[in-house]
């Protein structure tokens, strides 16, 4: 079993920056690849960004493209989000989540453990 505990979010202006981050217990993260998603409330969840097992491939939805950095620290068992120039639109819940599969995928069905999220809101 794994527990995914995020942190970092917060309320921010427009074109401010935030770090989300992404803490794991129970089971190393090098076994996982690991995405965001986040919920706007009346949306579906949607793929923000995901990272490969050893950290070597990336992958962004194309509104956060150039705004957005994940990386992971597979030593202390944690990923992070750098979200710079947040906009309104970005206002959501933001969730980690860790996938068995070898491959980053943007469906939530691939992603085997969540955590409880994190609230995101940028003022405009």
């Known amino acids: 079993q794994v527990q995914l505990v995020e942190s970092g979010g917060g309320l921010v202006q427009a074109g401010g920056s935030l770090r989300l981050s992404c803490r794991a217990s129970g089971r190393t993260i090098s076994d996982f690849v690991m995405g965001w998603f986040r919920q706007a409330p009346g949306k579906e969840r949607e793929f923000v960004a995901g990272?490969?097992?050893?950290?070597?491939?990336?992958y962004y939805e194309d509104s956060v493209k150039g705004r957005f950095t994940i990386s992971r620290d597979n030593a202390k068992n944690t990923i992070y989000l750098q979200m710079n120039s947040l906009k309104p639109e970005d206002t959501a819940v933001y969730y980690c989540?860790?996938?068995?599969?070898?491959?980053?995928?943007?469906?939530?069905?691939?992603?085997?453990?969540w955590g409880q999220g994190t609230q995101v809101t940028v003022s405009s």
């Open positions: 990272i490969s097992r050893s950290g070597g491939s990336t």
């Open positions: 989540a860790a996938g068995f599969g070898v491959r980053v995928k943007e469906e939530s069905n691939s992603y085997n453990y």
